[in-house]
């Protein structure tokens, strides 16, 4: 059943590397019955999904459908948003994410999470990805300078953009293009050397060079974290991610509409045999 669409998806530039996907791989989060409703709107129900170690994992679905509210529940990040409340159950690791005695900021530290549009620091290069290792050191003593700058280097070369910076780190990081800016970003994240990196949509504000620069760079993260994605594209998510989850927005009888995942799988059967028939109908772009 594959669509015209599914098949140019496939097909695209970069032809996806075939993997095969072990099920016995590390389940790093486990959502059961997941819901999140903000004041008395639930935004999305009823999701049951896992996340696997090293794998990159793709929310797609149309606007509305609670793809960022599932993500921001990943590191608690929908604590921090007035009227949010989280049942069901959230485990990383095997833990309770939300269980008693979990740090919201420590949880944040492992999880870390790049967003749709670049937000660096009004410092400089450097300061910016050394701002987390220094926040770290400063609860556990200071960390000496050179440590300090291998640090810096280590997570600016991560994000592919040490080569572009490494002469002028004291410059502003407002002062680097979009692209290079949310590979600042991705360089800040990394420099605390988190598990898991959450990506909201992180190439929509940036040209197709930028994207290609992102795109491969979650290719290569993947080798040492876990990455959870929400992206609008579905070609990106054709193209970089491992296991796609497809969500959907229901309108009940008063009219309020509720997220809900309608289809999980590997992405090469998600975009080529999707087994509902709205998975198809997105993929193929006859709704959404
Ligand atoms: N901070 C918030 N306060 C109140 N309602 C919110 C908040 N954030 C999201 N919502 C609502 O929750 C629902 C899901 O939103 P969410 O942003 O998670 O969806 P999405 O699939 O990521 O959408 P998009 O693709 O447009 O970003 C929507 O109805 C939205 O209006």
């Known amino acids: 059943m594959a669509t015209g669409l599914s ?55 149309p606007s509305g459908c609670g793809k960022s509210t599932v993500l921001r529940s990943l590191n608690r990040m929908n604590d921090l948003v007035p009227g949010a409340r989280v049942s069901g159950r959230v485990t990383y690791r095997g833990h309770d994410l939300y269980g008693p005695g979990v740090d919201p900021i420590e949880v944040r530290r492992r999880i870390g999470m790049v967003f749709q549009r670049p937000t660096p620091f009004a410092k400089s290069i450097y300061d910016n990805v050394a701002y987390g290792p220094r926040a770290a050191a400063g609860r556990r003593g200071r960390l000496r300078k050179a440590e300090l700058d291998d640090r810096v280097e280590e997570a600016l070369t991560g994000a592919a953009l040490w080569d572009e910076v490494k002469d002028k780190l004291k410059s502003s990081g407002l002062a680097l293009s979009g692209g290079q800016q949310q590979r600042l970003c991705i360089a800040r994240a990394i420099a605390v050397r988190p598990d898991v990196m959450l990506m909201d949509e992180p190439c929509s504000a940036l040209d197709p060079v930028a994207t290609a620069k992102i795109e491969d760079l979650m290719l290569r ?22 296991r796609t989850a497809f969500f959907t927005a229901d309108t009940d009888s008063e009219g309020e509409r509720h997220g809900r995942l309608v289809e999980y799988d590997a992405t090469e059967k998600i975009f080529n045999r999707p087994a509902d028939r709205r998975t198809e109908d997105y993929i193929s772009g006859r709704f959404g």
């Open 221 to 242: 993260l993947r080798h040492e974290m876990t990455i959870v994605i929400v992206t609008h594209h579905m070609h990106q998510a054709a193209r970089v991610s491992d």
């Open 7 to 61: 098949t140019h998806v496939t097909a695209r530039r970069r032809p996806r590397r075939t993997r095969t996907l072990p099920d016995l791989a590390p389940v790093v989060f486990g959502l059961a019955r997941l819901q999140v409703s903000y004041g008395r709107h639930r935004a999305v129900r009823d999701v049951t999904m896992t996340v696997h170690e090293r794998e990159i994992t793709a929310l797609i679905g």
